[in-house]
């Protein structure tokens, strides 16, 4: 029983005090309290009260759906932005191509136009906010767990929803969900302080925050694939650490209404007409109303089964891959500055090159068609001209969405060595991407190693006669490969289903994802997860995903704590406000636990004395009306699972533990649990 | 501060006290503690832990899936049933028609048919297990919110499943869903219980079974509609009080399992061959594939919101109107027995005449014609024979998930006044129906009544020159009544596109569903909630649901409270024992809290003793190694707010209230939160 902390869990508390050089400056990472304050003065003041007037409340649901219709209006900026320089890009190309300018020309001038649009999404990350590179959903992720990192600042906003625009169009491997979701979750904690500046009571505490970039998430989610339950249900698995009721209908308010907006504006490109809504045009990945989409039959199960496997290695690897690369960027890049901008622009650099270099040099071909997706993208025709030559070497200079888009749809089969080797090339570059200085999603990229796979093998089971068109392999060896990736499984399947419009398949992407996970997590975490560990966030996962060893949480508590008299002196009030502790345990001439002060109350009262406050004695401060009377706490018998379960569904910031006789015994926070997980999984 | 307890909560302590009038014979009801016990003597033993070998885990999942075979195809014997019983009642009355009998003998042989099946029905309920009456899912959500109703016994499965197969074949205005949804409840508890006969370390506690009870319920939904998405979101939004990642993957395997068995036996029955999937034809509520879903404007967005509005209004009438129907039921009916029998038969006998005389009687009108739908169905034509007379009166006569097809799809207007018409007698039936003795599933009845209203809308809405089609009004107007009913939104939204194949529509469910239950909640709470309070279960809702006053935990304790020493004698744990109280607090010599003793164990304790047991002292028991001695408490100074949140979310059955020192100051339980939360909505 005696105590050991630190003694084998050196690792992640070396990890722990390094934080620190994690992006922004900000000295450690703290943590946020979800825990409604509920001293005298709060509750005389009505401060702490959950309930809500009409108003309040219709003010609250009227700010949710603002985050989703600005949001939604982001999206659509940024999805009309792709298009339009992505367009510009291929007609300058085309315009040259039509001049009858050289291939080395249009090499030098694609490499031009691809660096410089990459190169302007390295700056807004490398000198405006650094919090802008990436996917974004790791930190979001982190914020929604009670990490308090400064990742939803307008500035980040700024840098990552212009950044998304111009990385994606320079024609990187990238995708632009995961920074659409989190510029949504920006959004929800900007109008949040806005509803709060508004009318001071209509949103109170950290919860309502936190469920407002929730549901700003969840919005991104449904604006970057016109699928608002997906949006949901990947704020539910993979975003939220925290749920009700309450937060499920806001979500969906906020995810509907961006939703709706996308598609009223998107509606009005694709021809139809402003104020179209539903059409099957806007559908991300395609509609299958159009094409071929028919049943299958049950003999086809396994090898549905078999992407799902075959998914889960994949994405499994692409983390496996990506783990040291990020690591060796962490060290020799750092992560803002100019060598992360060189980085990007150089890797950009040789990104374009790879895709547009290899079919110019495939059996001599020479650049001559331009074939109509939704956007255009360049086919490179070769001497002989094959049909399927010319399809399958058109994606190595395909949007990548569009990419996924032909094949999921196209009912021409594609060269299958063609095919793999552009599997084989994108799915590295994507894997080199991400952790790049640059906004990058992965869904995208993920999607599109899949599709190809999922091609391959479906075109390898039409030679033995499958029911199902290899678009429809197509479609499950994406939702696999993403599955293996990021190990999400419901929400994915939604997506999916909501992004192409074809709920038939609905039963293979189930099965093909849960597979997917499941290979998945017998090698590594999931992506996001992974680069919440690289970035040492103090993250604590679901009591129900974590093994918690049955030590008693005596082990595992901090003994040193600064506690406070119920009455004290106004030189110890100000000695505590120098320590950098956030709570103070109060306890009484026994030295049994009456509640708990936070800082953020001590220096309020410690600014107001000593005028207007109850004294007792000599210089001597009252502090008991200040006091979180009730705060929860944790018997020094109960087991480290226990008390994690409490501090973790409760949303905690210290959990003040107990001996016999209420006597204060030490405290835990978040890392003296990481540095127990840690431990124990040695 | 003076002890409050019992002045003004009255009405729900009566109600709690009278809980022993509800169906089954436990005196009263108990609740169900989810927390992990963990004394000294289990965690030496290992049968508190959390954790399982890779056998024990492989085990548990293969149970899981078993759960959705079962629940699979259970639902397909269900829909095998229902069409073969269809069939052949409609097939005798055709063979009538044939022979030239006269409408009142097609009547009698049509009443007595109906009624004859409705018996069956009624018979199961009253003489096999009173609880396989109506829907099953507010006991089923009572369950899994650990209220312990004898309701998951193999004895309510076969009564249940086999009746709501006669109920359905009767023409009652109800569905198979919800007795769906128990059934695979039920089969969730007996796998669970199996699997724990077989390998008693694979599942552990309360929470095992919990979740496989969840697990099952949502592949009945999966199985009723093949929707496994939407199954999982039901059993998220509506059934489960209790979620967590590892639930949540559980659920969508067993869900999946279920949609592809019920796939598999019903694509053979659509006549593309066994072992087809995926084909359109077996869509639950018909395929927008092959008809005429398009896509729709925003100017018609404000009918689908007012479609939201009423059918909010529709759904809260329906749950006023059931409410004096059912507390008479109640009062003058009783649960079980040969009154309730004789009820249900009376009942189906009047609505089978109500569905066939009204057409025969209008305009003089003689059966002559059999229109086919997914079933056959019989169809009145009116001399002068009109087309839209003809299909809006067989209305009628179709049975209601083919009803909902028809609405949702034919191209063809109906007549307005009739299709008010039948809409009304139906809704009215529908409000009859449940609470009757018999399996009644109310999703059907609900979806078929908001149908007819979005036609009507529709069809007025054509009028001016609406681009979406009738049906897709219907479609949307039956989400709305459903929601406005069941207060569901998301989980409705999915089992609808599930059910239909038709992603296009989700924006204005979406909308239409959050409208209603927001209107519907202006009035009361949903039928679910309504019978669980009818039936006087002490259910607990989440705590972001409830309002809770500021009161302290103290003033809602009880103070009367059996306490043990940690050394105790054999005559005080053998009074104990007598006692109805499940669990003891453990102090010490100055009142201190220890622990928590359960009175199982101590019922094990008592057994074993005096052998083996270390004593202390003459007669004295220590009791120590069989305290669970973590346990939660929390302190008096506390609000009830913090201890709800508390008790809800570990899932107490005790919570123990201690004062200054860790004294204990009493308890507090399920009932103590509902006596105040009563207390503090007057």
């Given at each position: ?129 650094p919090y802008a590179a990436g996917s974004g959903i ?81 919005a991104g989610v449904a604006a970057a694939f016109g ?276 709920t038939q398949y609905i039963i293979p992407i189930l ?172």
């Open positions: 029983m005696s105590f050991e902390r630190g003694q084998d869990g050196t690792t992640l508390l070396e990890s722990l005090s390094s934080a620190s050089r994690a992006p922004g400056n900000s000295s450690s990472v703290e943590s946020i309290d979800f825990d409604v304050y509920e001293s005298q003065t709060n509750l005389s003041k009505g401060t702490s009260r959950t309930g809500r007037t009409v108003l309040q409340s219709s003010l609250k649901w009227m700010a949710i759906a603002l985050v989703g219709l600005a949001t939604g209006s982001v999206a659509s900026g940024i999805d009309y932005g792709i298009e339009f320089l992505t367009k510009s890009r291929f007609g300058l190309i085309k315009s040259l191509i039509n001049a009858g300018c050289s291939s080395t020309v249009l090499v030098l001038v694609h490499l031009v136009l691809c660096t410089s649009l990459a190169g302007i999404a390295a700056g807004l990350v490398c000198f405006v906010s790791p930190e979001v992720k982190s914020r929604l767990n009670g990490v308090d990192l400064p990742v939803v600042a307008p500035r980040t906003l700024v840098a990552k929803a212009c950044g998304v625009l111009f990385s994606v169009s320079a024609g990187l491997p990238c995708g632009k969900e995961g920074p659409m979701i989190h510029s949504g979750a920006i959004m929800g904690a900007l109008f949040a302080r806005l509803t709060t500046r508004l009318e001071p009571h209509s949103l109170l505490h950290e919860m309502d925050l936190r469920d407002f970039i929730a549901a700003g998430g969840a699928a608002p339950v997906g949006g949901v249900l990947f704020a539910l698995e993979e975003g939220a650490s925290f749920w009700n009721p309450q937060v499920l209908l806001q979500t969906l308010l906020c995810s509907s209404v961006a939703a709706l907006t996308l598609n009223l504006f998107l509606g009005g490109v694709d021809s139809s007409g402003f104020g179209t809504l539903g059409a099957l045009g806007v559908l991300t990945f395609g509609s299958y109303f159009e094409s071929n989409a028919t049943s299958y039959h049950i003999w086809e199960l396994p090898f549905f089964i078999a992407l799902g496997i075959v998914g889960g290695l994949m994405g499994a690897a692409f983390n496996a891959l990506n783990v040291p690369l990020s690591l060796w960027r962490m060290r020799n890049v750092g992560a803002a500055g100019v060598k992360r901008f060189c980085e990007a622009a150089v890797v950009a650099a040789i990104i374009a090159l790879i895709f547009i270099v290899p079919p110019l040099l495939l059996n001599s071909c020479y650049v001559t068609d331009v074939k109509q997706y939704k956007h255009d993208s360049l086919s490179i025709t070769c001497v002989p001209s094959e049909h399927h030559y010319d399809s399958t070497l058109g994606l190595f200079m395909t949007p990548s969405e569009d990419a996924i888009k032909v094949l999921f749809h196209d009912p021409e089969p594609f060269h299958s060595g063609l095919l793999m080797m552009f599997g084989l090339v994108y799915f590295a570059l994507a894997c080199w991407t991400y952790g790049l200085g640059v906004p990058s999603g992965l869904f995208v990229p993920s999607l599109l190693s899949g599709a190809v796979l999922g091609r391959l093998i479906g075109q390898a089971v039409h030679t033995v006669g499958a029911v199902a068109p290899a678009g429809m392999y197509s479609m499950v060896g994406a939702a696999a490969s993403l599955a293996g990736m990021a190990r999400i499984t419901v929400s994915l399947a939604v997506i999916i289903v909501e992004a192409t419009g074809n099965f093909a994802v849960m597979i997917a996970k499941a290979v998945g997590d017998l090698f590594n975490e999931g992506i996001y997860d992974i680069h919440i560990h690289l970035k040492h966030v103090p993250f604590l996962e679901s009591d129900a995903k974590v093994q918690l060893c049955n030590e008693k949480v005596s082990k595992v508590m901090t003994r040193q704590v600064e506690s406070l008299r119920s009455a004290e002196s106004l030189e110890r009030l100000s000695f505590l406000m120098q320590t950098s502790h956030n709570a103070f345990p109060v306890v009484d001439g026994t030295g049994s636990l009456l509640g708990m002060l936070s800082r953020s109350v001590l220096a309020d009262v410690a600014r107001e004395c000593p005028e207007g406050l109850e004294t007792e004695g000599p210089e001597a401060v009252d502090l008991k009306p200040y006091v979180n009377l009730g705060s929860y706490s944790i018997h020094e018998s109960a087991t480290v699972r226990r008390a994690y379960a409490l501090f973790r569904s409760m949303g905690l910031r210290h959990l003040p533990v107990v001996g016999h006789g209420g006597i204060l015994k030490g405290i835990v926070t978040r890392r003296d649990f990481l540095e127990h997980l840690t431990r124990c999984a040695v």
